[in-house]
C-alpha cells in the first residue's frame, strides 16, 4: 500500500503541470496508458536507425555488390560451372536434409505433445541441444569420427565409404545443425492444441493415419510450413560446420556458402556478392512466405472468431 | 468412390511401370552407347593446393590435360582444393584423396608421412630442386607513392608502420614471412639472438590483423585498406599490382629476403588405391618442362629452369636470398621451434600480450 | 497413471513416433556427441586442463563471453524497444520492417560477415563516418560485437512480441485508473509481464552468438589475446592437428552450450509456471 502511494505520488510529481488541474479524464487517460507523440516518434525513429544499420544496409551492401557490374555479370557469375555445381550440391543437401528433419520433426512433435512419459523435459532439452553447440564443434566431432585417423576412419577407408570430405558428411553436418527447426516450431502448437480433436476422430473409428493426415495435419500446417521454409534457409546457409569437413574441392564439395568464401578469396567480389545474392533472395523470399503465412493464419483465426 | 479407385491406382501404376521401363531401355542405350564412344580413358587427379596457386593450376591443369592426351590418349580432368596450406595437410591427412599435394612449404608435406604414413620420409627427394618446381620469395608490398617510406624489413618496427601478414600458425606464406623477419634479424645482429627475438616482436606489435591465410591477409589489406605494409608472396605481391589496383601499389624489394620452396608431392597411399601414379607423377613431372615453367613464370612464380627464367627476368628483381637450410636447418626444426605450441611464436605473442 | 494407460491406447503412433524420434536423434546426434565425449576422455586431465586454461585460451573466452554478452545486452535493449514498437504503434513500412527482423536467421552467416565488414571497415559506408571520430570497428573487438549482435538480433524480439500481443490492455488501463501515470504502469505493470520473455531471449542470443563463427571471422582481426574468438581457436587448434586440445576447448562450449540450454528452459518452466 505504501509503495503504491508512493508510485502515485512520483506519477504526479512527473506530470506536466499545463494539466494538472485541468481534470480532463481524457486526457489523463491518455496520458496514463499511451505515450506523448513526441516519445513515440523518438521510439519509432530510435527502433528504424537500430533496423537500418543492422538490417538494411548489409542487405544493401549485397544486393548493390551483386548488380554494380550490371545484369550481365550477375548472369556470368552465376551460371559459372563451379557455382552451378555448389548451387547443385545445396539444392541436393537440401533435398536429403529437409525432409528427413520434417518427417524427425513431426515424428518429435506428435510423442512429445500427444502422450505423457518420464523424462519428456530431458528430452526437449536435448532436441535443443544442436541449436547451442558452436557450429566448428559440429564440424570437428565429425572428423574426429570419421577422418581417416578417427575412430571409424579406417574401418570405413577398408570399406571405401566415404564421409568427410564428400557429400555424405556435409549432410549429416547440415541434418545436426538445423535438427531443431521443424520440431521446436511443432511442439509448443500442438501442445497447445491438445489431442481432443484426434481422440474424437479416433473414437469416430477413423485410423491413426487417417486421424493424422486430416486432423492434425490442417491443425499444425502452417507452424509446420514455416518450420520447413527456417530449416531451408539455414540448411542452405550453413558455413562454420561444413567449412570443416567439406575439404573444398572446387566443383564437388563446396557448397554455396563456401563456393562465395573461394570466390571472395580469388578476388572475385562481384561474383561473390552475385551468389551471396541468391541467398540473399532466397531469405527474402523465405521471409516474404512466412509473413503470408502469418497473415493467412491472422484471418483464419479472425474468421474464426467471428 | 472406393469403386473407381482401384482402377486408377491400377492404371497409374501400369503408368509408372512403363514409364521405369522405357526409361531403364534408354538408359541401358545411353549407356551402351557412352561406352562405344569413350575410346578416350577418362581419368581423374585431385590436387590439394594452397592459396596462392589458384590462377596458375587452372591454366596448368588445361595444359597439362593437351599434354597427356598426346602420349597416352587418356582425359585427364584435375580438381581443385585450395585453402591455407596447414588446414589444406590437415585434410590429407584426414582422408581426403588428394592424389598429389602442391603446398606452401616442405612441413606441411612432412607431416603427411609423420602422422598418417601416406608417403616416404625421403619424399623431397624425388623431385627435382628439393621437389620445388617453382620458388618465390617474400617482399613487402606499400601503398601507392610509398607514403610511409619503407625501405626494408628495418621500418617495419617504426610505430607510425602498421603490418599486415596471415597467421603462422595457420598460413604457409606467414611462416615463410616470419622466418624472413627472422633471418633478416639474425644477419642485423650478428647472430644475437635475443636482440632478433626482439625485433621480430616489435614488428609484430605493430600487426593489427592476423588473417588465418594469404589471400584473407590480401584482402584485407588491398579491399579494406588496412595497414601500410603487406608482407606478402612475391608472386602474390605482383598479382595484387598487376590485376587489383593498378598504380595503387607498390612493391618494395628489400636487399634481403628467404627463397621460399613451395613443394610438390605425389601422396603415395592415394595413387596406389586408386591406381592413379602413372598420371599424377606425370602430372608433378611436367611441372618442370619450359611450357609449365614459363606459366608459372607468368603466374609470377620464379621458375626453376634457368632458360626460362632468363626469358622471365625483368620481372623478378635479383636480390640476396637464403634458405631456410641454411639459417634453420630444414623445415622439421623451423617448425618444431618456431611455431608449434609454445614455440618462439607463442612466446612472442606472450611477450607482447603480458602487461 | 491409469489415466495415461488409457490415453495411450487411444491415440496411436507413440512407439513409432518415439522410436524414430530416437533413432534419428541417436544416430545423428547422440551417438556423435557421445564418441566426442569419450575421446576428450582418452586425454588425461593434466593435457585437459593445460589445454583449456592457456592465457591464449582463456583470453577467447573473455572476449566470447565479453562480446556475446554486450550483443546480447545491446539485443536486449533494442530488440525491446523494436518489439515494443512494432506492436503498439502505427508507422509506415510496419510490416516490413517486422519482416526483415528474421534476416539474420536466413542469411548465411558468411554472406552476412562479408556484408558487415564491408560496410564496418574504414573504407565501408558506415566505417567511414566512424573513422572520423577515431572509431574502428572492422577488425577490432567492437567488430567482434557487431557481428554477435547482429546474428542475435531476431530472438529478443521474437520472444517479447507474442507476449507483448497478449498483454490484456486492461491491466494497464486498471494501473492508469488506480491513478499511476505512464513510467510507473511500463515499470510496474507491463515491465514484470515482459521480464520472463526478456530473460529467454537475452539468453538465447547469448548462446547462439557464443558459438557463431562465421560472420565474425571476416569482420574481427582474428589477433590472439586480442581479437580471437573461442570458435576460431578451435578452428585454429584443429588446423595445426592438434585435435586433442581443439576438443578439449570444444567440450568446454560443449557444457557452456548445455548449461545455457538449461537455463533457458528453466526460465521457460518458470514463466509457463507464473502463468499457469
Keep these: 500500500m505504501n509503495t503504491f502511494n508512493q508510485a502515485t505520488r512520483d506519477g504526479r510529481d512527473a506530470g506536466a503541470p499545463a494539466v494538472v488541474d485541468d481534470g480532463d479524464l481524457a486526457r489523463r487517460w491518455q496520458r496514463a496508458t499511451d505515450e506523448p507523440a513526441w516519445l513515440k516518434a523518438v521510439l519509432i525513429t530510435t527502433a528504424l536507425i537500430f533496423v537500418g544499420l543492422f538490417l538494411v544496409l548489409p542487405l544493401s551492401v549485397v544486393l548493390y555488390g551483386a548488380f554494380e557490374r550490371g545484369l550481365a555479370a550477375w548472369f556470368e557469375a552465376v551460371r559459372d560451372p563451379d557455382a552451378l555445381s555448389a548451387i547443385r550440391l545445396t539444392l541436393l543437401i537440401v533435398a536429403i536434409v529437409v525432409p528427413l528433419n520434417t518427417v524427425f520433426g513431426v515424428a518429435a512433435a506428435w510423442a512429445i505433445a500427444k502422450f505423457e512419459f518420464p523424462g519428456k523435459p530431458v528430452l526437449i532439452s536435448l532436441i535443443d541441444m544442436p541449436f547451442a553447440i558452436s557450429p566448428v564443434v559440429v564440424g570437428l566431432i565429425f572428423v574426429i569420427l570419421f577422418g581417416s585417423q578417427g575412430w571409424l576412419g579406417p574401418w570405413l577407408a577398408a570399406h571405401d565409404l566415404r564421409i568427410i570430405f564428400a557429400a555424405p558428411g556435409i549432410v549429416i553436418v547440415i541434418a545436426f545443425g538445423t535438427l531443431p527447426f521443424i520440431a521446436r516450431e511443432l511442439i509448443p502448437l500442438m501442445q497447445q492444441q491438445g489431442k481432443e480433436e484426434e481422440e474424437a476422430s479416433l473414437t469416430l473409428g477413423a485410423g491413426g493415419l487417417k486421424t493424422f493426415w486430416y486432423v492434425t495435419l490442417p491443425n499444425i500446417k502452417w507452424g509446420l510450413i514455416y518450420g520447413v521454409i527456417l530449416c531451408n534457409a539455414r540448411a542452405m546457409g550453413e558455413f562454420g560446420a561444413v567449412a570443416v569437413v567439406s575439404g573444398r574441392i572446387r566443383g564437388e564439395t563446396n557448397t554455396v556458402p563456401l563456393h562465395i568464401e573461394v570466390l571472395y578469396n580469388e578476388y572475385m567480389f562481384t561474383a561473390a556478392f552475385a551468389v551471396s545474392s541468391l541467398l540473399t533472395g532466397l531469405a527474402l523470399v523465405t521471409i516474404a512466405i512466412k509473413s503470408i503465412i502469418e497473415w493467412q493464419d491472422e484471418r483464419q483465426k479472425r474468421r474464426a472468431a467471428a | ?355 | 497413471m491409469s489415466i495415461t494407460l488409457a490415453r495411450r491406447r487411444v491415440i496411436p503412433g507413440f512407439g513409432l513416433t518415439m522410436g524414430f524420434t530416437l533413432l534419428y536423434m541417436g544416430l545423428i546426434f547422440l551417438v556423435p556427441v557421445g564418441a566426442f565425449l569419450l575421446y576428450t576422455t582418452t586425454m588425461s586431465w593434466e593435457t585437459f586442463w593445460h589445454a583449456i586454461t592457456q592465457r591464449q585460451v582463456v583470453a577467447s573466452y573473455k572476449l566470447s563471453f565479453g562480446a556475446s554478452l554486450v550483443g546480447a545486452t545491446i539485443n536486449l535493449v533494442f530488440g525491446a524497444l523494436l518489439a515494443w514498437v512494432l506492436v503498439r504503434y502505427r508507422f509506415p513500412g510496419k510490416r516490413l520492417v517486422d519482416a526483415l527482423v528474421d534476416l539474420p536467421f536466413a542469411l548465411p552467416t558468411a554472406v552476412a560477415g562479408i556484408a558487415l565488414v564491408t560496410l564496418y571497415a574504414s573504407t565501408g559506408w558506415v566505417g567511414r563516418y566512424f573513422e572520423l571520430f577515431g572509431l574502428r570497428v572492422a577488425y577490432t573487438q567492437l567488430g567482434v560485437v557487431v557481428a554477435l549482435t547482429y546474428i542475435g538480433l531476431p530472438f529478443v524480439v521474437r520472444t517479447v512480441q507474442p507476449v507483448l500481443e497478449d498483454l490484456e490492455a486492461e491491466w494497464e488501463e486498471a494501473s492508469a485508473s488506480l491513478g499511476a501515470d505512464r513510467f510507473t504502469t511500463i515499470r510496474r505493470v507491463i515491465f514484470p509481464a515482459l521480464f520472463p520473455a526478456l530473460l529467454t531471449g537475452f539468453a538465447l542470443a547469448f548462446a547462439r552468438a557464443l558459438g557463431e563463427y562465421g560472420s565474425v571471422v571476416f569482420i574481427s582481426g582474428n589477433l590472439p589475446f586480442r581479437t580471437e574468438i573461442t570458435p576460431l581457436l578451435i578452428v585454429a587448434k584443429a588446423e595445426q592437428y592438434d585435435y586433442h586440445g581443439a576438443a578439449a576447448i570444444g567440450t568446454v562450449m560443449l557444457v557452456v552450450a548445455f548449461a545455457m540450454l538449461l537455463v533457458i528452459n528453466g526460465l521457460q518452466w518458470w514463466t509457463s509456471r507464473r502463468h499457469g
Excluded: C
Excluded at chain 2, 609449365?292 to 612464380?301: F, K, M, P, S, V
Design chain 2, 1 to 355: 468412390m472406393n469403386l473407381t479407385t482401384p482402377p486408377t491406382l491400377w492404371s497409374l501404376s501400369r503408368l509408372t511401370a512403363s514409364i521405369l521401363i522405357g526409361g531403364a531401355v534408354l538408359g541401358a542405350t545411353l549407356g551402351v552407347s557412352s561406352q562405344a564412344q569413350a575410346q578416350t580413358e577418362r581419368v581423374e587427379l585431385l590436387n590439394v593446393s594452397y592459396d596462392p596457386t589458384r590462377e596458375f593450376y587452372r591454366a596448368y591443369n588445361q595444359l597439362f590435360a593437351e599434354h597427356w592426351r598426346e602420349g597416352h590418349d587418356q582425359e585427364v580432368t584435375v580438381r581443385q582444393s585450395h585453402g591455407g596450406s596447414g588446414s589444406q595437410g590437415r585434410s590429407v591427412i584426414d582422408g581426403i584423396d588428394a592424389d598429389v599435394v602442391t603446398l606452401a612449404l616442405a612441413y606441411d608435406i612432412d607431416a603427411l608421412h609423420d602422422r598418417a604414413d601416406l608417403l616416404p620420409e625421403d619424399w623431397q627427394t624425388r623431385l627435382p630442386h628439393n621437389s620445388a618446381p617453382y620458388t618465390s620469395t617474400i617482399v613487402l608490398l606499400v601503398r601507392e607513392g610509398n607514403p610511409k617510406n619503407i625501405q626494408g624489413w628495418e621500418d617495419l618496427v617504426r610505430e607510425d608502420v602498421e603490418v599486415i601478414t596471415p597467421n603462422p600458425k595457420t598460413s604457409g606464406g606467414a611462416r615463410w614471412n616470419f622466418l624472413a623477419l627472422w633471418g633478416y634479424g639474425l644477419e642485423q645482429f650478428d647472430g644475437d639472438e635475443e636482440q632478433t627475438f626482439d625485433f621480430v616482436r616489435r614488428v609484430f606489435e605493430n600487426v593489427p590483423v592476423l588473417d588465418s591465410g594469404a589471400r584473407g591477409a590480401t584482402n584485407t589489406f588491398v579491399q579494406r585498406r588496412l595497414g601500410d605494409v603487406l608482407l606478402a608472396w612475391e608472386n602474390e605481391a605482383i598479382l595484387s599490382v598487376e590485376e587489383l589496383g593498378r598504380g595503387d601499389f607498390e612493391i618494395v624489394v628489400p636487399a634481403q629476403s628467404i627463397l621460399a620452396e613451395p613443394p610438390v608431392a605425389v601422396v603415395d597411399a592415394n595413387v596406389e588405391r586408386k591406381g592413379t601414379r602413372e598420371v599424377a607423377e606425370g602430372y608433378l613431372e611436367y611441372l618442370y618442362s619450359s611450357e609449365a615453367q614459363a606459366l608459372a613464370a607468368q603466374h609470377y612464380y620464379r621458375p626453376v629452369d634457368e632458360a626460362v627464367l632468363a626469358e622471365y627476368i625483368d620481372e623478378f628483381p635479383s636480390l640476396d636470398l637464403f634458405t631456410i637450410d641454411e639459417v634453420f636447418g630444414g623445415w622439421r626444426e623451423a617448425q618444431t621451434r618456431f611455431f608449434n605450441d609454445g614455440g618462439v611464436f607463442d612466446e612472442i605473442l606472450e611477450a607482447i600480450n603480458t602487461p
